[in-house]
């Protein structure tokens, strides 16, 4: 702990040496209200600037405005909103460290609207604009905005979206909202399904998105006709940046990270293959070109000669773990082409992340009693490379047309050395894995938003193009052990294969390569016509969603044996000689490959989706929205399975009613209530019947259909009740308090399967439910002031959100478990986010202090002999500060995970229902306190005379 607090303080002392030039130079701000001249109503979204400056910002919800950072000075005030007289206040001056207030009215201009050009669009990245979308939304939903990510300092979406009440993240990339685990949540990207390139669940990784490309994020955690019904936790939308017509800004931010226990030490890693830098590293490392199925059909002499074409990558190399580094440039800017006007963002972002941890793993009998004991050292080398690019094209009569581009690579380098025993502590085993995995993934929309009727028809429409890729070639897995028979510390090679007997195990002495690839095709439109009823405006809606989803995985698995003549002495090389190309032959190892038709498999889902829904304004105060949707789909699956091909078509057809009351007391408090029904649809790999060895824990993972090729799994059913009260005390603040209760019928769960060896497989429970309440807290401090008689408390803020859940499943006859009455897999009884944001009156000065943590939740459920694995709550805690030096630079530097908690993974032999750390340790390991230091550049051109939309 000393250590780290020495770490803190050298961080902070550099930082202030560096900036104390900086605060000689001064700055103030300017603030202030502006109101309709006649109804005394707030000017919401206008436009306020400095004269001959770019220094500008909108007007809030209340008609508040806020100017940071302006230098010293005495300046001109130009404030501007459609359909309004523009006022110009001359001589204002600006005083270092203080305000300065400016209020004002601004009269409505006589001329008609349509004599306006609009060459702009609506801010939505604001904390202001979050918060109002979140009130004016018609169902329940939380967000966050890119304005607050940049104060947090977070690196990618997935430490973004864990500040978002009800929100975890397992595995630093899967979402889980209200505790329920990542299968229940759907994640769209820009307004269409996002892609995956996970084999093995259904899920977005959402460290694919570097935080500097987000717009906001918003997660909407009950149904309504519009939103897809395939979720019960929650919709996240994740939206990326967008062109914003009267702006031109180029922003490069390089940062650099340290990491206890890795930066500067010793780290392991394979062969260096070309493109591994950036992230290709994986096209190197595939099969050679035309490399046959070694069947039977070959000759022993050519199957040694095939084999011998496959590089020896078995050898660990040592290097040392170089800092982190991250670098992200982004550039706005406005084209003008044959008189339109285009707005255009570009984005690139790179990033080389090295992790080496130690991780304890034990494996227990019935008793409690350990069996195994192993002890992993394991360096991971994470690199990304990524760039958006995104077009938006402003029409004349108010619509928009906007063409976005999304691309990621990442890679991950690992390699994990084993040691330690099992079988009671008779065989001392040493093992090797190496793997690298690269995925791909890339989005294209083109989309329009349209008007008519003088604003009372509205009509937008995506179409939408993903592909992702996941390609893991050669995972090479080796282990050796010390024999009875051999002298103390002579390596075994345990090769569980029959000498020239044909079967494989990859998983002791073998490569496997696997790729996944998977294309989405989706149509989407939204029709909104405002009619007007009783002398109300009754808003009715109707679209349609279409998507195809085409899948194909292919594995192969080759492993190596000992032939019945070989040298036995082959068996004591050490990992990076034993399978050379000269040890392969008659006098040494043979490869076969395992010929198993569930290693591949094809698959496609049909969606087909329609919706009515009605907004209907009951009085001036309550509102109800109301519809329902209807869902088609079509899921095949294509393999075979001991040789016989197996084919499944599987059609569900849902009618999704749900129903949103809203009542608004006043501007400031209203209260929601909703039902709606959603489902959740097994995924591919779920029912493929393919199986795959889970290194980490030493378990096989089966799909359905591998076991139960006649029981395909149901699509699982969730009644959905929320209720919520809000109150937005002033602009930028709110204070949720919420209720929620689901039913699922037929949820789909991971279960153990009682085998020889320890394995998982899926299957329906016949029901759960789960309940829970929920606090979102944004509130500046300024109003303690007069209660304690200060003023150093108006520069801070606080954001805490907070959720107790419960949950249960009835397992049935059918299931056997350790706990009959356990929680849903993945659930979280609560999490606990906090937050507390200090900025100085000018901006200059901006500290962040950030708290995390989850309940206990079921990773893996268990069976009548084998308890549930459970994640232990984990405590976090980031800093951050960010110095603006100057108009053009800032330095920021962090610490992450402060107090450095194990990641601990628990099962409760005792059978207490309580989980502590005294409790048998699956697997536990700590990651290292994160230190960055980093420098932004902002380049900022005089900004184009256009007007803004409100």
């Given amino acids: 702990m000393q250590d780290t607090i020495t770490r803190i303080l050298l961080v902070v002392l550099l930082c202030t040496s560096t900036l104390v030039t900086a605060l000689a130079q001064g700055t103030g701000s300017i603030k202030g209200t502006f109101k309709d001249g006649t109804t005394n109503e707030p000017i919401i979204g206008g436009t306020v600037h400095l004269e001959n400056t770019t220094i500008g910002g909108p007007t809030g919800v209340d008609g508040s405005f806020l100017l940071d950072k302006v230098p010293v000075g005495v300046y001109t005030l130009v404030v501007s909103s459609v359909s309004y007289k523009t006022v110009t206040l001359a001589n204002i001056a600006v005083v270092a460290g203080k305000a300065t207030e400016v209020n004002g009215e601004l009269q409505s201009d006589n001329k008609q609207l349509n004599e306006v050009v609009v060459n702009g669009v609506r801010r939505t990245n604001t904390e202001i604009a979050v918060i109002s979308e979140i009130r004016q939304a018609n169902v329940v939903v939380s967000g966050v905005s890119s304005e607050q990510i940049v104060k947090t300092q977070d690196r990618d979406a997935a430490e973004v979206v864990r500040r978002i009440p009800g929100v975890t993240i397992v595995d630093n990339r899967f979402i889980q909202v209200r505790g329920l685990s990542d299968r229940y949540n759907t994640v769209w990207l820009n307004d269409v399904n996002a892609p995956s390139s996970e084999t093995d669940r259904k899920s977005f990784s959402f460290d694919i998105v570097p935080s500097a490309l987000l717009d906001r994020v918003l997660v909407f ?88 074409q496959l590089d020896n990558t078995f050898g660990v190399y040592k290097m040392t773990a170089m800092p982190d580094v991250r670098f992200n440039a982004s550039y706005l800017d406005q084209i003008n082409l044959k008189g339109l006007q285009i707005g255009s963002v570009t984005s690139v972002n790179y990033s080389n992340v090295f992790t080496r941890f130690d991780i304890n793993r034990n494996l227990f009998d019935i008793t409690g009693a350990r069996t195994d004991q192993f002890k992993d050292d394991q360096s991971t080398n994470n690199v990304r490379l990524g760039a958006i690019q995104n077009f938006s094209l402003q029409l004349n009569n108010g619509g928009r047309l906007e063409f976005r581009n999304l691309f990621s690579q990442q890679a991950r380098n690992q390699q994990v050395t084993r040691q330690g025993f099992d079988n009671n502590g008779v065989l001392n085993r040493r093992s090797y894995l190496a793997s690298y995995q690269g995925r791909t993934t890339y989005t294209s929309q083109l989309a329009g938003t349209h008007t008519f009727n003088k604003d009372k028809t509205h009509f937008d429409w995506v179409g939408g193009y993903g592909y992702s890729l996941r390609d893991e070639p050669d995972l090479r897995r080796v282990s050796y052990q010390v024999s009875p028979a051999a002298t103390e510390g002579q390596p075994d090679l345990q090769t569980v294969l029959t000498p020239g007997g044909g079967q494989v195990d990859v998983n002791n002495a073998g490569r496997l390569y696997q790729r996944l690839n998977e294309h989405i095709f989706t149509v989407t439109g939204n029709l909104k016509h405002k009619v007007t009823v009783a002398a109300r405006e009754v808003e009715i809606g109707a679209g349609t969603y279409l998507e195809y989803r085409k899948r194909n995985f292919n594995a192969r698995a080759l492993g190596y044996s000992l032939n019945p003549g070989a040298v036995q002495s082959l068996r004591n090389e050490e990992v990076g000689n034993i399978f050379a190309p000269q040890n392969i032959g008659p006098q040494g190892f043979r490869v076969d490959e395992d010929l198993n038709s569930t290693y591949r498999y094809s698959a496609s889902n049909e969606l087909q989706a329609g919706y009515l829904s009605f907004n209907v304004p009951l ?6 929205v109301t519809g329902a949707r209807y869902e088609r789909n079509v899921q095949s699956i294509t393999t075979g399975l001991n040789g016989q091909p197996v084919s499944q078509d599987v059609t569900t057809n849902f009618v999704l009613p749900s129903a949103n009351l809203s009542y608004n007391f006043d501007k400031k408090n209203l209260v929601r209530a909703s039902y709606g029904r959603t489902l959740n649809r097994p995924e591919f790999r779920e029912a493929a019947p393919f199986f795959f060895y889970d290194f980490d824990f030493n378990v096989l993972n089966y799909g359905s259909l591998y076991l139960k090729p006649d029981s395909p799994l149901k699509v699982a059913t969730i009644d959905n009740f929320d209720f919520r009260y809000e109150l937005y005390p002033s602009t930028g603040e709110l204070i949720h308090i919420g209720a929620f209760y689901k039913n699922f019928q037929n949820p789909i769960e991971n279960v153990v399967v009682l085998t020889t060896n320890l394995a998982y497989t899926f299957a329906n429970a016949p029901s759960a439910y789960a309940y829970g309440v929920e606090l979102d807290l944004k509130k500046d401090l300024a109003f303690l002031d007069d209660a304690f008689n200060t003023s150093g408390l108006k520069n801070l803020s606080v954001v805490f959100n907070a959720s107790l859940i419960k949950s249960q499943v009835s397992l049935g006859d059918n299931i056997v478990a350790w706990n009959k009455k356990r929680a849903l897999q993945g659930q979280s009884p609560y999490v606990f986010n906090g937050g507390l944001y200090y900025q100085t009156p000018d901006n200059s000065w901006q500290l962040a202090a950030l708290y995390n943590v989850f309940g206990p939740r079921i990773l893996f459920a268990g069976s009548d002999q084998y308890p549930d694995v459970v994640e232990l709550p984990r405590h976090t805690v980031d800093l951050s500060l960010t110095k603006t030096l100057s108009s053009r630079f800032a330095l920021n530097a962090g610490v992450q995970d402060l107090l450095n908690q194990k990641v601990n993974l628990v099962q409760d032999y005792e059978n207490n229902k309580k989980y ?35």
């Fill in 916 to 950: 502590t750390a005294a409790d048998p340790s699956l697997s536990s390991y700590a990651r290292g306190t994160y230190y960055t230091l980093g420098l932004r550049f902002n380049l900022e051109p005089r900004a184009r005379a256009t007007t803004p939309l409100p």
């Fill in 619 to 624: 009085t001036d105060e309550f509102k109800l």
């Fill in 221 to 308: 955690k009950d149904p309504s006709p519009e939103l897809p019904g395939d979720f019960a936790g929650g919709l996240v939308k994740v939206y990326l940046r967008k062109p914003v017509f009267n702006e031109k800004l180029l922003t490069v931010n390089y940062s650099s990270g340290f990491r206890d226990g890795t930066t500067g030490k010793d780290f392991f890693t394979d062969k260096a293959q070309t493109g591994d830098a950036f992230g290709f590293g994986a096209i190197k490392r595939g099969l050679p070109n035309g490399f046959p199925e070694l069947s039977s059909a070959y000759q022993q002499q050519e199957r040694d000669f095939y084999a011998r």
